[in-house]
């Protein structure tokens, strides 16, 4: 055809096309093919360097998305931890399966994550069993040796003083003296 125009290279196409495409692929493989926004459609004023660079290849519907799951992870999390300041007893423990399992039940966290974090939970738990029972044999086995050792034994022997056998015990020579002269 004398008049059409020159059909361009395929290849040529997609090089160029690929640049300015979304670069997020759904489970089948497919990938979207949307233009990437710009990062003030996506976050509007306020933006978040560590999203800003994971959003930064994504169009507006799959950044908005990403943003809301990050955003609802946060809020999961910190309803977790809500009345958690450390795992360091089995009661803090109990507490934090108690609001895994409600959150679980309210399908704010995927049960293969609730898995993994129950299963962290029973270490914890098993670990500070095992302190206890650590503890508790020590204690045990220093009761133990305090029961086999002998007795400490308290002697209270003062050193008397030396008499003479000559003298008799109930007089004294300061006495006898005191008596003798007062009868003269």
Not at 38 to 46: D, M, N, Q, V, Y
Request: proline share 6%; hydrophobic share 40%; net charge positive.
């Amino acid at each position: 055809m004398p008049g059409a125009l020159p059909m361009p290279n395929p290849g040529d196409l997609s090089a160029v096309d690929d640049i300015d495409r979304c670069q997020h692929v759904d489970a089948r493989g497919h990938r979207c093919r949307m233009f990437i926004a710009p990062a003030e459609k996506t976050f509007g004023s306020a933006t978040d360097s560590d999203l800003a660079d994971l959003t930064s290849d994504l169009c507006a519907h799959h950044a908005q998305r990403l943003l809301r799951r990050h955003r609802a992870g946060q809020t999961a999390g910190a309803e977790l931890l809500a009345s958690i300041t450390d795992f360091a007893d089995a009661a803090s423990v109990n507490r934090f399966l108690g609001n895994l399992a409600r959150m679980v039940a309210l399908r704010r966290i995927p049960r293969r994550d609730a898995i993994a974090l129950a299963y962290i939970s029973q270490l914890i738990l098993n670990s500070q069993a095992a302190g206890c029972r650590g503890e508790l044999q020590s204690l045990q086995v220093e009761a133990l040796r305090r029961q086999l050792a002998p007795p400490t034994r308290v002697i209270w022997d003062l050193p008397r003083r030396n008499q003479d056998p000559e003298r008799n015990d109930n007089s004294k020579p300061d006495e006898n003296r005191a008596g003798t002269n007062t009868g003269q």
